[in-house]
């Protein structure tokens, strides 16, 4: 059985929210950092756990996930993984994959998925047997990423891999932005039930400094307005509402 020991870090607190994850596979004690947006909250955590991080995993070149890599690559000399076709933005990478390559982690195997839209050669990191998804700048809760470099096609495309991932997979996404998306989500569905459970939940964790972090896709499908859009046209009357 693996077994993938995930930590939340936030990072850029105040600012932009950032979250970062230590990830520990338990057979084998090979660990990793998802998307290191800076030092000091990270090194502490690993300090905290006795943990030299082998690995950095990115998400996608934005500074606020990679500003980290360096530094920390110099500290621990872990090695940097990131999308082949963003790897001439990524700080310091040393390891390139693909859409559909696994990556393992010790005995904990990821599965890379190209999902474009924030930033062109954007990727999810799926850990199926843990049933946990890195969603970088794609996916949050409540709301998605910003088209930066992407058209609606492309986030369209992206957020329809997510939707067919088991709905029992619980999503990390790399910004606390649930706050951003309740105005929006309860005017479009105002009498949502479903919304009403995921709000009071969400706003407890808030309330205790907790990250909303992880929901399960099933949670996040039945009241996320953008993973609940049906076709590029809906999903592009949201970006003009
Ligand atoms: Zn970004
Ligand atoms: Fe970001």
């Known amino acids: 059985m693996t077994k993938l020991r995930i930590e939340t870090i936030l990072c850029r607190a105040g ?3 950032n979250y970062s994850y230590l990830l520990i596979d338990e057979n084998t004690g090979t660990s990793a950092v998802v998307d290191p947006s800076e030092v000091a909250p990270i090194a502490n955590k690993c300090k905290e756990l006795d943990i ?13 996930h990679t500003d980290g890599n360096l530094d920390l690559k110099e500290i621990y000399g872990c090695k940097i993984v990131g999308a082949a076709d963003d790897a001439y933005r990524i700080p310091g990478i040393d390891i390139h994959v693909k859409d559909g390559e696994t990556f393992s982690l010790g005995a904990s195997n990821a599965q ?10 954007h990727i999810l990191w799926y850990f199926s047997d843990t049933k946990a998804l ?7 809760n409540l709301c998605i990423g910003g088209l930066f ?11 329809n891999k997510i939707k067919q991932l088991p709905d029992d997979v619980f999503f990390y996404p790399g910004h606390e932005y649930t706050i951003h998306g309740v105005g929006f989500a309860k005017y479009l569905q105002p009498d949502s039930p479903e919304l009403q459970k995921y709000l009071s939940f969400a706003q407890e964790r808030l309330s205790k400094g907790l990250p909303v972090s992880p929901t399960k896709l099933s949670e996040e499908k039945a009241v996320n ?11 592009e009357k949201l970006f003009n509402i």
Do not use: C, W
């Open 52 to 64: 030299i991080p082998d690995y950095i995993l990115n998400t996608h070149h934005h500074f606020d």
């Open 225 to 235: 307005p953008y993973l609940k859009a049906q076709s590029v046209q809906e999903l």
């Open 15 to 17: 600012t932009m929210d």
């Open 112 to 121: 890379i998925i190209r999902a474009d839209g924030h930033t062109t050669g």
């Open 134 to 140: 890195f969603t970088g700048d794609v996916l949050f």
């Open 149 to 159: 470099e992407g058209t609606v096609e492309q986030m369209f495309t992206s957020l």
